[in-house]
């Protein structure tokens, strides 16, 4: 009789060890673990709200570096031969009183019915029209800036001078006076 009653003692505690793996494995998926980034920078986009379940290597959030902030700047293609790799460039933030310096890095001509995926809205670019990526000096500027429009004048002798920048404020001065 007391083997019998240790056979099902022991079935028992085998049926209890298999109930308790589920229950560790079913606590481990809702378990909260917490993410972290390899860089320091204010978040630019969350994919995901507080509460929505993800998946194993899914894009929770983009993080801007502040070390690597660019300007993509549209030209037309007759200006190609005046652009360089290299060249300083002046961005003016549209409705602040400042210039950021930077140099031009990357110069693209637009492909016919290319989409770019880009981190600001814009109106897409035309294959008639380049693209010059602008490096620029993080000295100079403020996270505060990322997603606002500006004028860049690119320059292959060096710094802008302030008549040219002048030309450039005073274009926008006038161009919100008449669309006022």
């Given amino acids: 009789d007391l083997t019998i009653k ?9 049926e209890l060890r298999n109930q308790m793996a589920l229950n560790q494995e079913s606590n481990r998926a809702d378990m909260k673990y917490d993410l972290t ?26 993080v801007v570096d502040p070390d690597s902030l660019f300007v ?4 037309r293609r007759d200006f190609l031969s ?10 003016f933030v ?3 009183p400042r210039f950021i310096e930077g140099k031009v890095a990357d110069i693209r001509v637009q492909e016919s019915g290319a989409r770019q995926n880009r981190a600001v809205n814009v109106t897409e670019p035309d ?46 001065v006038l161009r919100s006076h008449r669309d006022s």
């Fill in 127 to 172: 294959q008639y029209m380049i693209t010059a990526t602008i490096e620029i000096d993080r000295r100079e500027a403020d996270l505060e800036d990322i997603g606002r429009f500006v004028k860049v004048l690119v320059s292959s002798h060096g710094k802008t001078s302030w008549i040219e920048r002048g030309q450039i404020w005073l274009s926008l």
């Fill in 94 to 96: 549209v409705g602040e």
């Fill in 37 to 62: 980034t390899p860089i320091a920078g204010p978040v630019w986009h969350r994919h995901v709200v507080n509460g929505e379940a993800v998946v194993e290597d899914q894009l929770v959030a983009e």
């Fill in 72 to 75: 993509e700047a549209y030209f």
């Fill in 6 to 14: 240790r056979t099902e003692l022991r079935t028992e505690l085998e």
């Fill in 82 to 91: 005046r652009i360089a790799i290299g060249d300083h460039a002046s961005v």
